[in-house]
């Protein structure tokens, strides 16, 4: 009973095969008759399995849209520090002049050094108020830019697969999807040079 089992199950799985391979080679005759699907060498899987990957840390790194965004991403960040550095060093300078006096009975009264004291105690929470919302829009506008050039390579990735018409393009950011795969997987220069292609530089702006 367990050979004819061990039969059965070796039957199965051979139909399994088949059918992947037939259901496949049915999909890529059908594409053909609309649009012109990329060659593969004799022997080569990615025939079988018309998958991709985009390697996005080299993509980034070249893509001169992001590139562009992220130049005017640190354009905003050292604004935004150099602000936040001279406000610090204000505050700092008045509270050790406020120490000085103090320390020399320089005030008129006590009621004027209490005065003096509540003003840098607020100019203290509007400094940690002024950062903090600095923080956010910072942390706004990244989160728009990323969204944007997300947005963009999508829109090309779909351009580009009207014509690759690949089943799944997986992200290899950092090996997080892909651990090994051949390079004939790997369409990111592709990819890149259409989103180059298609890049206009207002549009980092």
């Known amino acids: 009973m ?3 089992s061990y039969v ?4 199965l799985a051979v139909a399994i095969i088949v059918l992947f391979i037939l259901f496949f080679t049915s999909n890529k005759k059908n594409s053909e008759e609309s649009v012109t699907s990329p060659s593969f060498s004799k022997g080569d899987s ?4 018309p998958i991709a990957y985009v390697n996005m840390d080299s993509l980034l790194m070249n893509y001169t849209y992001a590139k562009d965004a992220n130049e005017v991403l640190m354009k905003k960040y050292n604004s935004m520090n150099t602000t936040l550095t001279q406000k610090q060093r204000q505050f700092e300078s008045e509270v050790a002049d406020f120490q000085r006096k103090a320390q020399n009975n320089a005030f008129l009264s006590q009621e004027r050094m209490e005065q ?3 003003r840098l105690r607020k100019m203290e929470a509007d400094l940690h108020t002024t950062a903090e919302k600095m923080r956010e829009d910072y942390v706004i506008e990244q989160n728009k ?5 997300t947005d963009s390579v999508r829109t090309c990735l779909k351009i580009y697969n009207k014509v690759a018409n690949y089943q799944i393009i997986f992200n290899n950011l950092g090996l997080d999807n892909v651990l090994l795969a051949k390079d004939s997987y790997d369409i990111t220069k592709d990819v890149l040079a259409l989103l180059n292609a298609r890049y206009k530089p207002e549009a980092a702006k």
């Open 2 to 4: 367990k050979n004819i």
């Open 8 to 11: 059965i199950n070796g039957v």
């Open 46 to 49: 990615t025939g079988v399995l």
């Open 116 to 118: 003096e004291s509540v």
């Open 145 to 149: 830019t990323n969204a944007q050039v």
